[in-house]
């Protein structure tokens, strides 16, 4: 697999060293699910081909722009995923 076929909206990496994959989308279509599980599988995979962990989160678009985060932690209250992993 090529791992440089994908450009995330975001890339941001915790105090703990995981990886984080970042999209935002808007709408909820069959479209966005696919995205959803591409994004996935790529993080599956540059988990695998590099050691180093990578996790997917998918932030809501008009959240997003609201808060106009400029750190990872600030994404908690729109990522629950994130939540256990920063402290």
């Not at 703990?16 to 959803?36: C, Q, R, S």
């Not at 678009?61 to 985060?69: D, G, T, V, W």
Request: net charge negative; hydrophobic share 45%.
């Amino acid at each position: 697999m090529n791992l440089r076929s994908y450009y995330p909206d975001f890339v941001a990496v915790d105090t703990e060293g995981m990886h984080w994959l970042i999209e935002t989308k808007g709408a909820e279509t069959a479209e966005v699910f696919h995205k959803d599980l591409a994004a996935r599988n790529w993080c599956e995979n540059a988990t695998a081909l590099t050691k180093t962990q990578w996790r997917y989160i998918k932030v809501p678009q008009k959240a997003f722009e609201m808060l106009q985060p400029s750190r990872l932690e600030q994404l908690q209250a729109l990522a629950p995923a994130l939540q256990a992993s920063i402290s």
